[in-house]
């Protein structure tokens, strides 16, 4: 009985491990904030990362991606991210956009975002962001 037992706790809990175990992708979530301006951060092939830019008003003023080297990295969209008390139908006021990308190739790019009112364009932009990467094996 004892040995039965403790076979069925080691089954048990082996199942329960490996239900649980995060995959290797999973590992790592990197995030990059606007606190991280002109920072270098290395990253693998494949890997996926968010940059994080937060908006603090209302006056139509927006984050836009204006360059990053296609040949290293892919862009794969953008969330906003609006506050939990905030009506999400609402746009404007403080929210924060969400952009995803993945590392493809070896190399280094620049990822540059600015921050203008787009019936304005990018020639008028209040702020800018950027952040080197570095795709490394």
């Not at 979530?29 to 270098?40: G, K, S, Y």
């Not at 996926?48 to 080297?69: A, C, H, M, P, R």
């Not at 787009?118 to 800018?128: F, H, M, S």
Request: one cysteine or more.
């Amino acid at each position: 009985v004892r040995k039965t037992l403790l076979v069925l706790t080691i089954v048990c809990l082996t199942c329960a491990l490996s239900f649980g175990a995060p995959q290797a992708t999973d590992l790592r979530h990197l995030v990059i904030t606007q606190t991280m301006h002109q920072a270098r951060i290395s990253v693998q092939p494949d890997e996926t990362f968010t940059i994080e830019l937060k908006v603090d008003s209302d006056n139509g003023l927006q984050w836009y991606l204006d360059g990053y080297d296609d040949k290293s990295l892919d862009y794969c969209g953008q969330v906003i991210q609006v506050p939990v008390n905030q009506d999400p139908g609402f746009f404007g006021g403080r929210h924060a956009v969400h952009f995803k990308l993945r590392a493809r190739n070896k190399g280094e790019s620049r990822v540059r975002f600015l921050y203008y009112r787009p019936w304005e364009g990018p020639e008028l932009a209040e702020k800018a962001f950027e952040v080197g990467i570095i795709v490394t094996p």
